[in-house]
């Protein structure tokens, strides 16, 4: 059974998923390394890339670059640090709750809660990549 839950670690470099729906864009991954769990356990990685991800309670976009899809962890991974950097956020740790608020305005972007000892976020949904629109400039010269 896949957990649809995203659990923050201030410990990982890469964001961690075993859905490979959850990209926006992959490729295959052809290096060596795996990740290594707690108990010196390796796991291959099969994808690397990104993702644009949307909370359900409200309209915010994340965006997850450094993503690794790892088909046999079974759990979803947010690296804390990748996660503030990419998406201009900070987190609050409060004993029974944490919030990821936007630099600036302190808007709450999303809450997770304490399960099993563990912060943990609701499902994130994949979200299609913000489009970004150009517009073009024409000078006349007199």
Request: charged fraction near 10%; hydrophobic fraction near 35%; glycine fraction near 6%.
């Amino acid at each position: 059974m896949i957990d649809p839950l995203w659990y923050p670690d201030s410990g990982a470099s890469h964001h961690i998923t075993n859905d490979p729906s959850t990209f926006s864009s992959k490729s295959s991954y052809t290096g060596n390394e795996q990740i290594t769990l707690g108990n010196g356990t390796g796991l291959p990685i099969h994808n690397s890339g990104s993702a644009f991800l949307s909370s359900s309670a409200n309209s915010s976009f994340f965006l997850l670059r450094n993503l690794l899809h790892v088909p046999t962890i079974t759990k979803n991974l947010l690296s804390v640090s990748q996660f503030v950097k990419d998406n201009n956020v900070f987190f609050e740790f409060y004993p029974n709750f944490c919030n990821v608020k936007r630099q600036g305005t302190l808007e709450i972007l999303l809450q997770g809660k304490i399960k099993d000892g563990i912060y943990v976020f609701p499902p994130l949904k994949p979200a299609p990549a913000p489009q970004i629109h150009h517009s073009t400039a024409v000078l006349f010269q007199l």
